[in-house]
C-alpha cells in the first residue's frame, strides 16, 4: 500500500512539474508582453511552485528507499527537508514581489488587462487541478507544501483575473500592484507555517499534536511501573514519531520479577503509546525498583534495555527494519 501510493505521488508529481513548467514560461512571456506586475509575481510564483514539486518528487524517491545499516531510519526526513527548502525561497520570493509593488506604485506603469485575464485564467484551472490532485495526499508535510503552494496559486491567479477585469472597467494601473502586495503577503503566511513546523520536526522538537505529559501519563497508568523519566518523542517524518523513556518497574519486595512479567509490561507499555499517540517506534528501557536480586527479572543492575527499539506491527511497513 506505502509502495503503491508512492509510486501515484511520483506520477501526479510528474504531471504538475510538466504543467507547471509550461505555464511559467507562458505567465512570464505575457506578463511581459502585458507589463503586469501581477502576471509577471505569478511567474514567480510558479517557478518556485515548480521547485516544490522538483524538491518533493525527489523527497518522494528518497522515501521510498529502504534503510539502511548507514541510514537506519531510512530517508524519512527528505521530504521535510524538501519541505523546509521550499518555504525559506517562497519567502524570499514574496519579499522581492513586495519590494517591486511598492516601487511601482510610486511609478506605475500601463498595463494590458485583457492579456493579464486570459493567462490567469488559464493557470486557475491548471492550479486548480493539480491542487485537487495533490489533496489526497497532502497528510505529509512535504506534499502539504506543494498542495499549499498550488492552492495560493489558484486564488492568487483568480485574484489577477479580478483584478484585470477592474483595470479595464476603471483604468487604475495601482490595481495591479497592489495585487502583487496581497499575493506577496498570501505566500508569506503559507510559507512560514511550513518552515516553523519542518524546523520543529528537524530540530528533534515533540511533534505538535502530541503533549509530552499525557504520553507520561499514559505510560505511568500501567500496571507495574513506578515511574516515567527520561521521556523523549520526536519525528521521524510528517507523520511517523519515535518514543524512547526509561521505565521504574516495581518489583516488590517479597519476590523477584519474571522475564515473562517484564515483557507483558513492555507490551501494555507500547499498546498504551500506539493506541492513544500512534507512535509505532518505541525505545524502552526498564529500572528495577525493591528488587534484592534480578536473577528473574531481565531489567538492570546493568541498566540493559529490555526489547530495544520495539516496533508496532499494526499494517505499518518500517521500510526494512530489523526486527
Not at 521521556?231 to 526509561?246: E, F, I, K, Y
Request: charged share 15%.
Amino acid at each position: 500500500m506505502v509502495a503503491s501510493n508512492n509510486r501515484t505521488m511520483q506520477r501526479i508529481l510528474q504531471l504538475s512539474l510538466a504543467a507547471t513548467f509550461c505555464y511559467v514560461v507562458a505567465t512570464l512571456v505575457f506578463g511581459l508582453r502585458a507589463r503586469s506586475l501581477a502576471l509577471i509575481s505569478e511567474a514567480g510564483h510558479n517557478a518556485s511552485d515548480m521547485l516544490a514539486i522538483l524538491l518533493s518528487f525527489v523527497a518522494v524517491y528518497f522515501q521510498s528507499r529502504p534503510a539502511t545499516d548507514r541510514k537506519t531510519f531510512g530517508y524519512q526526513r527528505a521530504g521535510v527537508l524538501a519541505a523546509f527548502v521550499n518555504a525559506l525561497t517562497l519567502i524570499v520570493l514574496a519579499l522581492w514581489i513586495a519590494v517591486s509593488a511598492v516601487h511601482r506604485l510610486y511609478a506605475p506603469v500601463t498595463v494590458e488587462p485583457r492579456l493579464m485575464m486570459m493567462v490567469a485564467a488559464a493557470g486557475v484551472v491548471m492550479n486548480g487541478a493539480i491542487a485537487a490532485l495533490l489533496w489526497k495526499f497532502s497528510g505529509d508535510v512535504n506534499i502539504r507544501s506543494v498542495f499549499l503552494h498550488m492552492l495560493g496559486d489558484t486564488l492568487s491567479t483568480a485574484a489577477v483575473i479580478a483584478g484585470g477585469a477592474m483595470i479595464l472597467f476603471s483604468h487604475l494601473q495601482w490595481i495591479d500592484p497592489v495585487l502583487s502586495l496581497l499575493i506577496a503577503g498570501m505566500i508569506l503566511w503559507s510559507s512560514w507555517g511550513i518552515v516553523r513546523e519542518t524546523l520543529n520536526i528537524l530540530l528533534e522538537g515533540t511533534p505538535k499534536n502530541l503533549a509530552l505529559e499525557e504520553i507520561r501519563g499514559a505510560m505511568a497508568a500501567v500496571t507495574g511501573v513506578a515511574d516515567v523519566h527520561d521521556l523523549h518523542v520526536w519525528s521521524l517524518g510528517s507523520n511517523s514519531h519515535a518514543l524512547a523513556s526509561h521505565v521504574t518497574i516495581e518489583c516488590g519486595e517479597d519476590r523477584e520479577m519474571s522475564v515473562a512479567e517484564c515483557a507483558g509490561i513492555l507490551e501494555k507499555i507500547k499498546d498504551a503509546v500506539w493506541d492513544r499517540f500512534h507512535i509505532a517506534h518505541t525505545t524502552i528501557q526498564f529500572e528495577t525498583r525493591g528488587c534484592e536480586t534480578t536473577h528473574g527479572c531481565s531489567a538492570p543492575p546493568e541498566l540493559e534495555p529490555v526489547g530495544a527499539h520495539g516496533h508496532h506491527h499494526h499494517g505499518h511497513d518500517h521500510h526494512g527494519h530489523s526486527h
